[in-house]
């Protein structure tokens, strides 16, 4: 099979990590007779440097006329960055926020689970973490506050600011849709986060949400209010399975539940939209402080790799293969600096790739 894949590798240890997730794609293709047609655009802040601009045309026609987008992270230290005293339309995540909107990414699911074997990294008491959690967030990524109108205004000498929060039955039910499809594969459950006690817009989300469940028999559905949600994370997460929620709300928990699993550096993402076309992307942010020092971890990125293969691609055995790598790795004891413990074999973010890539099995 041919794989188009757009390849934005971004900034800060974008690239790094980028390399070694292309590294870990090429061998698996290599082994299961996939070529691989890579084209690479730029994004954020790289995007700035080279043409004054976030995000381009041609970086929004290669991710269209692609099957899938690979990205690493965007954005630089919003305290020193140039990048950050531009307007904030041209600064790096309004690329980010642009590709979403111009590939219709609607779905961004982002994972977080505990690895057994790094549990001990788990800020949460043992009772809890004990229990394990496997939890996947379905944030809504195209409505809500970031995608509302705003302003800035001064009336009667005093500044003002304006962010406008929509959303329409069509957008809700759509994410709602797909929150209960992929919980079915799942352990069956949707708990829907809103603030239903004081937003209309959350009234209406609850309202759509209940009526898609109807199709759902199967699977068990639960409203949550977003401030008990952020407690619940960390009092029993295990409590969760598919947490569907609307933007901002979204971005803020799942922010709380890469934490608790200890590693944020393990977690994968992917942005869908109504086609087979995704945005895959580690859940982590681009690191400038550690940038071109070959310490980052690849992990994520890598993982994102293999969720494209199962969305964007449906090639299961190839994903199957590459999570079970980097569990065969970890198992080994390898670990990168930011997962490292005592009595672990410390690699590097170059290290960590070829290990991994190492242990892909290949079919037969
Ligand atoms: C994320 C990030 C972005 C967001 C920023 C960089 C605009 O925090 O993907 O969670 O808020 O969506
Ligand atoms: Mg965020």
Redesign the pocket.
């Known amino acids: 099979m041919k794989l188009n894949i757009a390849v934005i590798k971004g900034d800060g240890i974008g690239p790094e990590i980028v390399n070694e997730a292309l590294r870990v794609l090429q061998k698996t293709a290599g082994l299961y007779g996939h070529e691989l047609s890579l084209k690479e655009v730029l994004l954020g802040g790289a995007s700035i440097d080279a043409f004054g601009r976030p995000l381009t045309d041609e970086t929004i026609e290669v991710c269209r006329a692609s099957d899938a987008v690979l990205m690493g992270s965007i954005?630089g230290d919003t305290n020193t960055s140039p990048w950050y005293k531009l307007e904030p339309h041209l600064r790096p995540?309004a690329g980010?926020?642009g590709i979403r909107k111009a590939l219709g990414l609607f779905a961004n699911l982002r994972p977080a689970y505990l690895y057994e074997v790094l549990a001990d990294a788990c800020p949460l008491k043992k009772e809890i973490s004990a229990k394990g959690f496997d939890l996947l967030i379905m944030r809504e990524l195209t409505g809500g506050l970031y995608f509302g109108e705003r302003k800035t205004v001064t009336e009667n000498g005093i500044r003002k600011a304006v962010d406008t929060l929509t959303y329409d039955e069509n957008e809700i039910r759509r994410i709602a849709i797909r929150a209960f499809e992929i919980a079915r594969k799942r352990k069956k459950k949707v708990t829907s986060v809103d603030k239903a006690n004081v937003l209309d817009s959350s009234r209406l989300w609850r309202a759509v949400v209940n009526e898609v469940s109807a199709d759902y028999p199967d699977v068990v559905l639960e409203h949550m209010l977003v401030d008990n949600c952020a407690m619940q994370l960390v009092k029993d997460p295990a409590q969760f399975d598919v947490v569907l929620t609307e933007n901002m709300f979204g971005?803020i928990l799942?922010d709380e539940a890469s934490m608790i699993t200890g590693s944020i550096g393990m977690l994968s993402s992917a942005s869908l939209n109504d086609t087979k076309l995704g945005l895959y992307e580690p859940s982590h942010g681009s690191a400038p402080d550690i940038a071109g020092k070959n310490i980052a971890n690849p992990i994520a990125t890598i993982l994102s790799a293999a969720m494209m293969l199962r969305y964007s691609f449906d090639l299961d055995r190839e994903a199957d293969d590459i999570e079970n790598a980097v569990r065969t790795v970890l198992n080994e004891g390898f670990r990168t600096k930011d997962i490292y413990s005592e009595g672990m074999k410390e690699l590097s973010c170059s290290g960590m790739g070829e290990m991994i890539a190492g242990h892909i099995k290949g079919g037969s």
């Open positions: 954005g995540e980010l926020l971005d799942s």
